[in-house]
């Protein structure tokens, strides 16, 4: 896949992932009970905003690096985003105050176009990616305590499955698989190349049918 266009992107995806209106709320500031291979676990929910940004020399994709002071995915890169507050209504209004206040992103200037299948971390978090298009002006203002770069990747080449490098490694004890995409010295791996290969995967090998 040489080039992507945005608007065929964005037809699949509000084709094929889920819609953002008629969303429930989340339990109130509470965990969501999650069956897993051992039983009822708590998983965390959380949110980040994949947003796409139609620049003159085609569609990006908005992604920062996370501090090394972080608690958690320290110094990985990510999408904006982060837990669910007991003021968010939904996992939607979650991804748009942290994209917020991590980069600067005004939510009423965010085109909501749909919400990709939640991704379960091995650090107990429930992410649910919300895609949505920003300006093609759009300037990223970091906030420096919760990231330590923002850069920008083609959308063509994160939806090019040749860039998709299938990786292993031992964690806890375990061998982990996952992918991992580098471009231009930024290491895209773990859940956020997790996150970027399921919607690949949903969006271009479940079949060639969209609507227009």
């Not at 942290?98 to 650090?123: M, N, Q």
Request: no cysteine; proline share 8%.
């Amino acid at each position: 896949m040489a080039f992507v266009d945005l608007d065929d992107f964005l037809a699949r995806a509000r084709l094929r992932l889920d819609p953002v209106e008629g969303r429930e709320r989340l339990p109130e500031g509470g965990d969501i009970e999650f069956l897993d291979a051992t039983g009822i676990a708590s998983i965390r929910p959380a949110a980040v905003l994949v947003g796409l940004i139609p620049r003159e020399s085609g569609p990006t994709v908005l992604l920062t690096h996370r501090p090394e002071t972080m608690a958690t995915h320290a110094g990985q890169v990510a999408f904006p985003g982060g837990k669910v507050d007991p003021g968010d209504a939904d996992e939607v209004e979650a991804a748009l105050r942290e994209a917020h206040e991590e980069v600067g992103v005004e939510p009423d200037k965010a085109e909501l176009i749909a919400r990709g299948a939640p991704y379960i971390t091995g650090t107990a978090f429930r992410i649910v990616p919300v895609l949505a298009t920003l300006p093609a002006d759009f300037i990223a203002r970091p906030d420096p305590l919760e990231v330590a770069d923002v850069f920008e990747t083609p959308l063509s080449f994160l939806m090019n499955a040749d860039n998709h490098q299938r990786r292993s490694g031992h964690w806890r004890g375990q061998t982990r698989h996952y992918f991992e995409m580098p471009y231009e010295g930024h290491r895209i791996w773990g859940v956020t190349a997790g996150m970027i290969r399921a919607l690949y995967e949903r969006l271009y090998e479940a079949g060639e049918e969209t609507e227009t």
